[in-house]
């Protein structure tokens, strides 16, 4: 629904804002807790000895390039000595340490925000993971291969390049790209499509771990995705729907809370009875004579913040 006012047109804008509880609570239901693995990590040619560090989240070509093994790749004709990086593989490892108390939880995963693209995940040499797509979260269970004190994670990174090159033999026909500038693999690949060359950028196919990754520690119940979508506005109310994703690792009675996280008031509450998996619950709340986003010049930007939280029985395992 469109809403004007006398001679503007406003928009009213709500951030949600995500935060992950840090700490470990007392009691049979305890907070999730979030742990960042982005520390300590080296890099190195795959059948090569020699590691190097690396940066994560990062990529590759600004590991070599931070560690002065390429010269730098827009200088002349530096791209096109610079190809074999997208047709190597690479390896990417850690270590990290886990306690007792992690290890105690009834859900204990990895989490990649990012991982560009064909990367094979094993942890302390147990396989986890083979993802092949840039753009998605990957969410494995990390349980069955962790250990109390030192742990071993890698990554492997197939050659972009070369995992395709097969497919589109076989395959028997070139799909079109145009602005590939090299072998056409781009449309094969769920994979950011600049990196193969366009005519406004140069060709750097890369791999590397290029989001956050952590790994997360829970009990019974998890918020997998939280937002807020704006019904109606009007000028004496706005009426909206928190909707939430919540993943449960049985069935349950549990409680969604939705608050102001400026003002701490409570805006929604729901009783539910959760189902093992994944449950989608929505609450409808409504902010009186709400506070307008203007555009610059027309008025202030305000923003709303909300929290969610799950609670089973009067402690909140989870929130976002």
Known sequence: MRISFSKALCMFLLAACAAHAQGPAAGRRQARTVTLLHG??????????????????????TDLLRHGLIEDPFYRDNE????WIGKTDWEYETNFR????????????????????????????VPLLDADNMFRVWRVDAKRAL??????????????VNEVLPRMKA???????????????????????????????????????WRPVRLEAWDGVRIEDFHVAQKELRRDASEMSAVLEL?????????????????????AERAVRLRTGTNRVALDF??????????????????????ARALVGARAVDEA
């Open 40 to 61: 300590g990590w080296k890099f190195r040619e795959v059948g090569k000895t020699v590691w190097h560090a690396a940066a994560v989240p990062g990529c590759v070509h």
């Open 80 to 83: 096109k000595k610079l190809q």
């Open 98 to 125: 886990a306690g007792a108390e992690t290890l105690a939880r009834r859900r204990v995963e990895l989490v990649f925000e990012g991982l560009d693209t064909y990367a094979s995940v094993t942890l302390n040499g």
């Open 147 to 160: 250990r109390a004190g030192e742990n071993t994670l890698r990554v492997v990174f197939r050659s972009p």
């Open 171 to 209: 395959i028997g026909y070139e799909l079109p790209a145009v602005n590939d500038q090299g072998e056409k693999t781009s449309p094969y690949t769920r994979k950011a499509p600049y990196q193969y060359g366009w005519d406004w950028g140069p060709r750097f196919v890369t791999s590397g771990v």
């Open 247 to 267: 993943v449960s690792d049985s069935e349950m009675d549990a409680t969604v809370v939705v608050d102001d996280s400026s003002s701490g008031r409570r805006l």
């Open 286 to 307: 409504l902010i009186n004579n709400p506070r307008l986003w203007w555009p610059a010049g027309l008025g202030p930007q305000n923003l709303y913040r909300f929290r």
